[in-house]
């Protein structure tokens, strides 16, 4: 985990030290090691580093060759570093260090823009290349670390480029337009985070997963960024039929590899635990690599409302395993007070409460080791959220019930009192319900979303829409064409590894533990393990109404039944019930008819109308109210009035 930022003018007229410096220190905590900065013309680099690969100063950044004509900043771990340190040297490349930072330049050295198809790794990096005048850049296959940039026109001279790790180091730069991007905006009431290539502001942008960027910026150059992706899911159109005990045993040695792949380490690491199968899977593959449990450090939180807590779960698979286990019991004050605090790191809005334990979760980690490892990616890849099963149902009603029925089932559904417990009966019918007469991913899409496109007609102001006229599912055809899944469930493994995976689990993780200085790793989101997932044949992900079927086959005999077999349980946090009790004044105050008007985007009727019927008991809208609530809670921190 490090941070980096950077400035290029194309006119070489001297890069702002201050600004820089600020810059950098907008992403001091991801790095809390150390801070290099460099300058030389029209182009300065500074980074802030977390130190877990080569302890001492030869991984200092920003990096340089022996030439010093190129120049790199990296955010991440490249896990096959030896293997291109041994191949590089017989290339005739010479090392100093034992940092995975020198291989990367020596490789980009080598291979150039192609680099990307040689390393594997979670990271996103950019190179300043003098020899070419030219900025190179790229995040990993599966957008574990994030890459801003932006391209700020100036009156009478060429555009001046613009990056950093996060999108507040960029918020620092006095051209950077601030405002609110209107179709930004739709698209994160839609998904609840804003996909790539937007970002909540006008003037930025950030990279998607898997994605390059080339910009010239010589001084004769338009600074146009040429953008594409260098790597895909690799969908096949029919795939193999495979046996499910072969299928199982494979997934095992290709998790434990990928495990083991993720201990490199210079310093203490352990595992997120939360009991739930795909953590266990990692802390099962760890013991396996280990030779037993002691010496594993697993950390979980829990909390006092049992309806959310999964901790007896995680000391449970602790035990079977033998890890030296470290727990801590949070109540709703907790999950409360540290709300300003995950308000101030998060940058771009994230609609997705469990940040918060999230972050609590990383804070508590911390304290004892430098680098976690984690399981997420196993339910985008095996079909393990209860969306994917609702898909079948989903069909049967929307697709072949006949309206008049429907309509009873909606008024039913509807007319259900409004509870606050996780994922309550009146709650996931209702959500089902908003699934309507598409198909596929854009149906998911719809279970997910806050705000679907015609109810944000209602919702935002007429001077918004008029400005963003576009449908806010538009990522969703996009991604359509591009995508080479074929197969129906294919599809909708990809939209969730495509979107939600990248979008919001991954960027909640990435800000929760890079506000701490944790280094998170994600084993299920190997490249190797990834593809065999990606052509296994839909029957082995789930079999019979049992998801994750053949990483349940995998893991017989390494956890316990009970643990294998117990129904899936999300980081949930019990939003419904604050916004009746000690959020109510928050949401009075953030979502205040006079304060709306003021702004501009929301209509302040239709969100007092939300307010009063939650607090009421009429229907259940956290999704959207804690939406509403985190845009606003970020437009007083980041937004266009907020001091830079």
């Not at 991984?59 to 293997?83: K, L, S, T």
């Not at 495979?242 to 434990?256: C, D, G, I, R, S």
Request: net charge neutral; charged share 20%.
């Amino acid at each position: 985990m490090c941070g980096f930022a950077g400035l290029v003018d194309p006119t070489g007229a001297p890069i702002d030290a201050q600004l820089l410096q600020r810059m950098t220190r907008a992403v001091a905590p991801r790095g809390p090691d150390g801070e290099g900065l460099w300058r030389e013309g029209g182009v300065g680099l500074g980074h802030r580093r977390l130190t877990i690969i080569d302890l001492s100063s030869g991984g200092a950044q920003p990096m340089a060759n022996a030439e010093h004509n190129v120049h790199i900043v990296f955010n991440g771990e490249i896990y096959n570093f030896m293997d291109l340190r041994v191949e590089l040297q017989g290339l005739g490349h010479t090392f100093v260090s034992r940092s995975d930072t020198e291989v990367l330049l020596h490789a980009y050295l080598q291979w150039g823009h192609k680099v990307v198809d040689r390393i594997d790794g979670m990271f996103a990096f950019v190179v300043w290349d003098a020899r070419s005048q030219s900025v190179f850049a790229a995040r990993d296959r599966m957008g574990k670390k994030p890459l801003y940039y932006a391209v700020i026109p100036r009156h009478g001279a060429p555009p001046l480029l613009a990056f950093a790790s996060e999108l507040k180091a960029l918020l620092l730069v006095p051209s950077l337009d601030r405002s609110v991007c209107p179709q930004a905006l739709r698209q994160y009431l839609a998904f609840e985070y804003v996909p790539p290539p937007l970002t909540i502001v006008t003037g930025a942008r950030k990279l998607d997963a898997a994605q390059c960027l080339s910009v010239d910026v010589s001084p004769t150059s338009d600074v146009r960024p040429r953008v594409w992706r260098y790597w895909d899911l690799p969908f096949v159109a029919q795939p193999g039929a495979m046996h499910v005990q072969t299928a199982a045993e494979t997934l095992w040695a290709l998790l434990t590899r990928a495990v083991e792949r993720r201990l490199v380490a210079d310093v203490p690491l352990g595992v997120f635990l939360s009991g739930g199968i795909d953590s266990s899977a990692v802390a099962a593959a760890m013991h396996a690599l280990l030779g037993g449990g002691r010496g594993i450090a697993t950390f979980s939180i829990g909390f006092s409302d049992r309806t959310y807590d999964e901790s007896k779960h995680a000391r449970a698979v602790a035990a079977h395993l033998g890890c030296q286990h470290h727990e801590e019991i949070l109540d709703a004050a907790a999950l409360l007070r540290v709300l300003p605090e995950v308000s101030r790191f998060i940058d771009e809005p994230l609609a997705d409460a469990s940040i918060v334990p999230t972050f609590l979760l990383s804070r508590f980690t911390r304290q004892h080791v430098a680098v976690a490892l984690g399981g997420d990616g196993g339910d985008e890849l095996f079909e393990g959220y209860p969306t994917f099963g609702a898909d079948r149902w989903g069909r049967l009603f929307f697709d072949h019930t006949p309206a008049p029925f429907q309509r009873l089932v909606r008024k039913a559904a509807a007319a259900l009192p409004a509870r606050t417990g996780y994922f309550s009966i009146d709650f996931k019918a209702n959500q089902f319900l908003r699934g309507g007469a598409v198909a596929g991913p854009p149906r998911h899409q719809r279970w997910m979303a806050s705000f679907l496109p015609e109810e944000q007609e209602g919702l935002l102001t007429p001077d918004v829409l008029h400005a963003a006229p576009e449908d806010p599912f538009l990522p969703l055809q996009a991604r359509a064409h591009e995508t080479l899944a074929r197969t129906a469930r294919d599809r909708l493994m990809d939209h969730y590894a495509r979107f939600y995976l990248p979008g919001d689990v991954n960027t909640k993780v990435d800000r929760a533990s890079g506000a701490v200085g944790l280094e998170v790793r994600a084993p299920f989101l190997d490249t190797d393990l990834v593809s065999f997932a990606c052509q296994l044949p839909a029957n082995l992900r789930t079999r019979k109404g049992i998801s994750k079927f053949v990483l349940k086959q995998a893991l017989a005999g390494k956890l316990p039944p009970h643990i294998l077999n117990r129904k899936k349980q999300g980081f949930g946090v019990p939003v419904a019930a604050w916004m009746k009790g000690p959020l109510q004044g928050m949401l009075q105050d953030e979502l205040a008819p006079d304060k709306l008007t003021r702004e501009g985007f929301f209509n302040p009727a239709v969100v007092q109308r939300l307010v009063r019927e939650h607090s009421q008991g009429q229907r259940d809208w956290r999704k959207a109210l804690w939406t509403l609530l985190s845009f606003e809670r970020w437009l007083a921190a980041f937004g266009p009035g907020a001091s830079a």
